[in-house]
Structure formats: structure tokens, C-alpha cells
Nanobody
Framework: QVQLAESGGGLVQPGGSLRLSCAASGRTFSTITIGWFRQAPGKEREFVAAINCSGATTYYRDSVKGRFTISRDNAKNTVYLQLNSLKPEDTAVYYC?????????????????WGQGTQVTVSS
């Protein structure tokens, strides 16, 4: 079993930055793909970024490419999501999750364990 815990959210002005962390328990962390998703009020949860077990391969949704960066430190069992040039439309609860399989890395059904989420609010 894997437990995931997000941190690093907060209130930031447009154009600002935040770094989210996803800390995981378990000795198999270095063998799993981790994804970040977000959910705004009244909207479905959507894919943001994912990183494979070694960190060599990353994926992003188009609207965050060039602004967000996903990375991982397997020695610390932690995945990071650096958010730069934030926009009001980035406001959401951000979740990390473990990919359990499935055909597509960008669908929620491909992930089994989820964290509780961390709120990111972009507002002036």
C-alpha cells in the first residue's frame, strides 16, 4: 500500500510561483509513475503532469507546458511540481496519485492511490 501526501499549496498573485510536493510512503516508490491532477470547483478532475519511475520521461497538459515542471527525488520518496507564471485559471485543488496501469497516463482511471490534495489559489 502507498500513502501520498501533498503540500506546498497556498494563495499567490497572478504571475507568481509555488512548489508543490508529494511525499510517498513505501519502499517501491522508485518503481512507480506519479501523476499530478487538479480539480476546480464544479469541474472534473483533470490531468496536469506525470513523471515515470526514473524521472527520465515527463508528460504535461498543453495549458501548463513551459510554466510547470515535474521532477522527483527517489532518495526522498518525493515528487515535485514547480508552478511558475501562475494564472487565475490554475486555481484548483492539486492531487498526486500513483499510476497503477491502464492505457493512458492522463486518465484518472489509470491511478489508484491518491493524496488528500493541496489548494492552490491564484488571485490578486
Amino acid at each position: 500500500q502507498v500513502q501520498l501526501a501533498e503540500s506546498g499549496g497556498g494563495l499567490v498573485q497572478p504571475g507568481g510561483s509555488l512548489r508543490l510536493s508529494c511525499a510517498a510512503s513505501g519502499r517501491t516508490f522508485s518503481t512507480i509513475t506519479i501523476g499530478w491532477f487538479r480539480q476546480a470547483p464544479g469541474k472534473e478532475r483533470e490531468f496536469v503532469a506525470a513523471i515515470n519511475c526514473s524521472g527520465a520521461t515527463t508528460y504535461y497538459r498543453d495549458s501548463v507546458k513551459g510554466r510547470f515542471t515535474i521532477s522527483r527525488d527517489n532518495a526522498k520518496n518525493t515528487v515535485y511540481l514547480q508552478l511558475n507564471s501562475l494564472k487565475p485559471e490554475d486555481t484548483a485543488v492539486y492531487y498526486c496519485a500513483r499510476r497503477s496501469g491502464g492505457r493512458y497516463y492522463y486518465t484518472t482511471s489509470s491511478y489508484d492511490y491518491w493524496g488528500q490534495g493541496t489548494q492552490v489559489t491564484v488571485s490578486s
